[in-house]
């Protein structure tokens, strides 16, 4: 039985239309609705409300049908927290971080430290790595510098560690993400892709952008062939 199927059910039970829990669970008649026909992007913390005024538990409400997979980060933390009944204030007394720390991993796992997110997942018995995994297509869509930021934190390194990892100086890979450099060819973001542990995907969301990359980085080794030909400069092309 899906979440639709068991909100209706309760609905016709306790003898309540879908305004009258809207109206109980403080949530807009449109969102009820929604939720009835089993729409996945209603948030966790809104079923929680429905369930609640429905006299249920949360888990009775999306156990069977919504996958963890199908949730964001932000949502496994706090059905996490529902489930074992946990406060951040518990959280933060056994993992010695500081309160500020917790209250931003349970909004974005990107603002605080790996190390952090890992003892917040191990009290809330979460896989760590499916928390970043959960955020792969908010990475994916993600202007470059944002994007290496993410993707270094979830490997757990700094981008001084990667710029080392991918034997390239600090200073010119800050270069290049600042956007001094137009064209960053496909074999430099495959190399990154596996230093992340990430597909090449991440750094190209369709295969329309690859091809164009591709065809671009074919162009350019081409004009440096026939520039050295010709005994000429890039800058004197231009020119």
């Known amino acids: 039985m899906t979440t639709g199927e068991k909100v209706k059910m ?32 209603v948030k966790v913390k809104t079923l929680e409300k429905v369930a609640k005024a429905l006299g249920v538990s949360i888990d009775y409400i999306c156990d069977e049908d919504r996958e963890p997979e199908e ?24 993992t010695g971080l500081a309160s500020g720390v917790v209250r931003k991993a349970k909004n974005d796992i990107f603002s605080v ?31 470059l510098p944002e994007k290496i930021k993410m993707l270094c934190r979830r490997k757990g390194i700094n981008q001084k560690e990667f710029s080392r990892l991918i034997g390239m100086d600090v200073n010119r890979f800050r270069f290049i993400l600042n956007g001094k450099r137009h064209l960053i060819s496909v074999k430099t973001y495959t ?24 065809m671009q980085e074919t162009m350019a080794k081409r004009l440096e062939k026939v520039c050295e030909v010709k005994g000429i400069s890039l800058r004197d092309f231009r020119d």
């Open 10 to 41: 309760l609905c016709e039970e306790q003898g309540i239309t879908r305004k009258e829990l809207a109206e109980k669970a403080g949530v807009s008649v449109r969102t009820v609705v929604r939720i009835t026909h089993d729409v996945r992007e």
């Open 71 to 94: 949730m964001s980060s932000e949502e496994r933390i706090y059905l996490a927290c529902e489930r074992k009944e946990i406060t951040s204030r518990e959280i933060t007394r056994q």
């Open 113 to 143: 430290e790996h190390e952090s997110l890992c003892r917040i997942a191990e009290v809330l018995g979460l896989d760590v790595q499916k928390l970043y995994d959960s955020e792969l297509e908010r990475i994916t869509h993600a202007p």
């Open 191 to 214: 190399q990154w892709a596996e230093v992340l542990d990430v597909s090449v995907e991440v750094f190209y969301p369709d295969e329309d952008t690859v091809q164009e990359a591709l």
